[in-house]
């Protein structure tokens, strides 16, 4: 018993320490190409960035991770354990997200591990509503089969049915166009399964290779932060690049501490998207970014992607 409890408060310490490495770091500044920017509109800030002129390798995509968990679980029992988000995906959308995380389990209803929530129709939904209200504006649909799930029967021709109009054939000569150069088609739709055969090119969802990450497991920010960079600088620079890569501005609980709600979790880091974006300038990997997600994403969070965009179309980064 001594143990743990020592084990515990050793524990807590680390993760104090880590939380004052990010906050001394901050001090280094948060300043970068576009960082004062704000969109006026953001339920069509890529609009407002000029279709013709933005390429889809120059945008800094605002994502959300384990995005349809608004109402998951039972509120104040389960639902503080996996909600990752408080917002529809719709309000999201509405919000500037442009990509979405969506998991799966063979009934087709969201989950996030065990728990679970409603329909993926509610998700489809919600986008095809956000579609119908915007003109210009590309998102990124993830849906994968959740880790100890089976895949949901001939899931992919239900997703050709319910989005084929809007959904963007799988080619890597997508990243090089335009915004304007894609329409009326709005959505890469990802689908990752498990078992079932990966889309093939030029079917209209994409595979699992064109959206790549590198989960780092931990609930200790500073961590993270650093992973979070060292994996980025992994990868060539976005102009050279046929594939999306994410970096998730997220850490989440773990068994062997006592907090295991995801929200005092992912607060310890959930502040330092402009630093993290500003360390990138700083190491000179900025022109790797592309995909930044983030849980409970903010007005905030969204600013500093399109800050940078916009940046980024000017010929400023």
Not at 15 to 24: F, M, P, Q, R, Y
Not at 269 to 279: S, V
Request: hydrophobic residues 35%; glycine residues 6%.
């Amino acid at each position: 018993m001594g143990s743990q409890v020592s084990k515990q408060m050793e524990r807590r310490k680390t993760i104090h320490t880590e939380k004052k490495v990010l906050s001394d770091l901050k001090t280094s500044g948060e300043e970068y190409p576009g960082s004062e920017y704000r969109p006026e509109d953001r339920k069509n800030w890529m609009s407002g960035l000029n279709p013709e002129k933005l390429r889809i390798n120059q945008i800094v995509w605002p994502g959300t991770h384990d995005s349809a968990t608004n109402k998951i679980g039972i509120p104040l029992v389960t639902r503080p354990f996996a909600q990752c988000q408080s917002l529809s995906i719709y309000r999201q959308l509405v919000l500037g997200t442009r990509v979405v995380d969506i998991r799966v389990q063979e009934n087709r209803r969201i989950c996030h591990g065990i728990l679970a929530t409603y329909s993926v129709d509610v998700v489809l939904n919600d986008l095809k509503k956000f579609l119908s209200e915007t003109e210009s504006e590309i998102i990124i649909l993830e849906i994968r089969t959740e880790y100890g799930h089976e895949d949901p029967p001939e899931f992919d021709k239900y997703l050709e049915e319910q989005l084929g109009e809007f959904l963007i054939p799988q080619d890597e000569g997508v990243f090089g166009k335009s915004i304007a150069e894609l329409l009326p088609k709005r959505v890469i739709c990802v689908w990752k399964p498990r078992k079932s055969a990966q889309p093939k090119a030029g079917s209209p969802l994409w595979s699992a290779g064109f959206l790549k990450d590198n989960w780092v497991n931990t609930d200790l920010p500073s961590t993270k932060f650093d992973a979070n960079l060292k994996h980025l600088s992994e990868h060539p620079p976005v102009t050279s690049r046929k594939y999306f890569y994410r970096v998730e501005n997220t850490v989440t609980p773990v068994a062997d501490n006592p907090v295991l709600c995801v929200k005092p979790v992912t607060r310890r880091i959930h502040g330092y998207a402009r630093l993290f974006i500003a360390q990138c300038f700083a190491k000179a990997i900025a022109d790797r970014l592309q995909v930044l997600s983030t849980d409970f994403i903010d007005q905030d969070f969204v600013d500093a992607c399109v800050g940078l965009t916009h940046a980024r179309v000017e010929g400023r980064a």
